[in-house]
């Protein structure tokens, strides 16, 4: 069906293809999508059908006369000899009064008919299939273990291995939800466009992909359109258009919307979890539930939306394909990465791509920057010069310890990065490619590397150079080994560290602005990025 979307800022209307069977529509809070929508099923006319499983099964009263919802078609039934009940003071209950009406109004003709075939008139009659029969033939297929029984002109409800039966209002939200939506849905008209706000309301993910895939198929001709903010939803539905509705001009009465590209190298969850907010984008290391990136960044760098990728080459992929589409988006993103055993550079390089890298290794010895153990041991009331020279001298003393592995660690990364470049070459024969790689273990040396490395990271020990140390030392162990958080004044732990850390960040404090200022300087940035 062709789709006639609401005006763009510029007064111009783009046509839905033909060959998208659904929509799904998100945006920011106060974005407008919601007048979007509105604007869409009201361009619509008849064709258009609303769905709401939260007003339907919530919203009591008499029945809303807006056209091309369950309730207009009730108060319409009821202009008719019916059977409809005059108790129904929700749109569920009215949706519910309308299968049941339908049934016995199916029943009674059937019955008329059978008397005919008593008299001769006719030789067959089969009893017709009514709505009901198909609604309880699919809402059985979403909760297998639920019994569905007609009684007296009502539905009574049973759970398999109970004896006992109910009637609907006992049924939960999501069963109360699914039921609505497949009784509803039969009511919508032919080829029409079926609006349903927050379809994933009262169902748990597991069930949601499930339920629209059936609903969907059980009006192949009908075209469905979702307005949500639900990640869990929305990867459901990942054959339908995306619109993204950024904002609205009241004057020029024009949306600024646009449709996202599927497959164009972020994934729709990552889009979906940042356009809700207008601020630029940081894309970092970690798992957003357990990672300490995850707990720390969005406290020093709090004018971004952050969101954790996993891996160093996702946040560096995303961060480059963000930033290439940001004709669609028109947000500025950026990316943190650990250091690790990059060279000046490499750091420099990513840096130039939009990419934050700290001048020191990893995440965890960010959190042993001068200034950050000093602010912790004075917030707890300790003497934060000895604390530092005591710190100090224990990750000196690991460093000198583990210096010759450290180096070869940083030989074996420098080595592999310099293969990667002289093979990433583009030759036009092997021979070319031979003479390329005749002199590379010549060059490579990594002999002398090593060495090289082993007398750099010795003058840092014998100078005391605690800050050079943190740019080349990845030690997982460093903040327990450094016995930094009992010195601190705290229970001793490494979570009982960075939970200091995080509660400070916390606070609009002097010691809170000591630490940000502090991480923020880390990645060669200024002040002003706080």
């Given at each position: 069906m062709d789709i006639l979307l609401p005006p763009d800022l510029s007064g111009n209307r783009r046509q839905l293809s033909r060959g998208s069977r659904s929509m799904t529509i998100i945006g920011a809070n106060g974005a407008g999508k919601t007048r979007f929508t509105s604007y869409l099923a009201g361009s619509l006319g008849d064709k258009a059908f609303k769905l709401s499983a939260l007003k339907a099964i919530y919203t009591s009263g008499e029945p809303d006369a807006e056209p091309a919802t369950i309730d207009s078609i009730f108060l319409k039934a009821r202009q008719s000899p019916a059977f409809l009940t005059n108790t129904a003071t929700t749109s569920f209950d009215r949706l519910m009064a309308l299968l049941l009406n339908e049934e016995i109004a199916a029943l009674v003709e059937y019955k008329v008919a059978q008397m005919e075939v008593s008299a001769g008139r006719r030789k067959t009659i089969m009893a017709p299939a009514t709505k009901l029969d198909e609604v309880i033939t699919r809402w059985q297929e979403i909760f297998p273990a639920n019994q569905v029984l007609r009684q007296g002109g009502r539905l009574l409800f049973s759970r398999d291995g109970q004896d006992d039966t109910y009637s609907q209002m006992r049924l939960s939200a999501g069963e109360k939800a699914v039921l609505y939506y497949f009784g509803a849905l039969l009511y919508?008209?032919?080829?029409?466009?079926?609006?349903?706000?927050?379809?994933?309301?009262?169902?748990?993910?597991?069930?949601?992909?499930?339920?629209?895939?059936?609903?969907?198929?059980?009006?192949?001709?009908?075209?469905?359109?979702?307005?949500?903010?639900?990640?869990?939803?929305?990867?459901?539905?990942?054959?339908?258009?995306?619109?993204?509705?950024?904002?609205?001009?009241?004057?020029?009465?024009?949306?600024?919307?646009?449709?996202?590209?599927?497959?164009?190298?972020?994934?729709?969850?990552?889009?979906?979890?940042?356009?809700?907010?207008?601020?630029?984008?940081?894309?970092?290391?970690?798992?957003?539930?357990?990672?300490?990136?995850?707990?720390?960044?969005?406290?020093?760098?709090?004018?971004?939306?952050?969101?954790?990728?996993?891996?160093?080459?996702?946040?560096?992929?995303?961060?480059?394909?963000?930033?290439?589409?940001?004709?669609?988006?028109?947000?500025?993103?950026?990316?943190?990465?650990?250091?690790?055993?990059?060279?000046?550079?490499?750091?420099?390089?990513?840096?130039?791509?939009?990419?934050?890298?700290?001048?020191?290794?990893?995440?965890?010895?960010?959190?042993?920057?001068?200034?950050?153990?000093?602010?912790?041991?004075?917030?707890?009331?300790?003497?934060?010069?000895?604390?530092?020279?005591?710190?100090?001298?224990?990750?000196?003393?690991?460093?000198?310890?583990?210096?010759?592995?450290?180096?070869?660690?940083?030989?074996?990364?420098?080595?592999?990065?310099?293969?990667?470049?002289?093979?990433?070459?583009?030759?036009?024969?092997?021979?070319?490619?031979?003479?390329?790689?005749?002199?590379?273990?010549?060059?490579?040396?990594?002999?002398?590397?090593?060495?090289?490395?082993?007398?750099?990271?010795?003058?840092?020990?014998?100078?005391?150079?605690?800050?050079?140390?943190?740019?080349?030392?990845?030690q997982k162990s460093m903040l327990p080994g450094s016995n930094v958080s009992q010195l601190c004044g705290l229970n001793g732990s490494k979570e009982a560290y960075i939970d200091s850390i995080i509660s400070i960040l916390r606070r609009d404090s002097a010691a809170s602005r000591r630490i940000r200022t502090a991480i923020i300087r880390c990645f060669g940035l200024s002040d002003d990025h706080e």
């Open positions: 919508a008209p032919k080829n029409g466009v079926v609006f349903v706000d927050s379809p994933e309301m009262f169902l748990h993910p597991s069930l949601q992909q499930k339920t629209w895939d059936s609903l969907e198929a059980m009006r192949p001709d009908c075209h469905f359109v979702y307005t949500t903010h639900d990640l869990d939803f929305t990867a459901t539905r990942q054959r339908d258009t995306l619109l993204w509705v950024r904002g609205y001009d009241p004057a020029g009465e024009g949306w600024d919307y646009t449709i996202l590209p599927r497959g164009a190298g972020i994934s729709d969850e990552v889009y979906m979890a940042i356009i809700g907010s207008r601020n630029p984008v940081l894309f970092i290391e970690g798992d957003a539930s357990h990672s300490i990136d995850a707990k720390l960044y969005p406290l020093v760098f709090k004018d971004f939306t952050v969101k954790s990728l996993g891996s160093c080459d996702k946040v560096i992929e995303s961060t480059r394909t963000f930033n290439d589409q940001r004709a669609l988006h028109h947000l500025e993103s950026r990316g943190i990465v650990d250091r690790d055993r990059r060279d000046e550079g490499e750091v420099a390089y990513l840096r130039g791509k939009n990419i934050f890298v700290p001048d020191v290794a990893e995440i965890e010895n960010i959190l042993m920057l001068e200034e950050v153990v000093r602010t912790v041991a004075s917030v707890n009331n300790r003497d934060e010069d000895k604390v530092f020279r005591s710190v100090k001298k224990a990750i000196i003393g690991m460093f000198s310890h583990d210096l010759r592995a450290q180096a070869m660690l940083h030989t074996r990364h420098r080595i592999k990065r310099l293969m990667e470049r002289r093979v990433d070459g583009k030759f036009t024969n092997i021979n070319a490619f031979e003479q390329h790689l005749s002199g590379l273990a010549k060059e490579l040396n990594p002999r002398g590397l090593y060495e090289q490395l082993c007398r750099e990271f010795s003058r840092h020990v014998a100078q005391d150079n605690y800050a050079e140390i943190l740019k080349v030392y990845n």
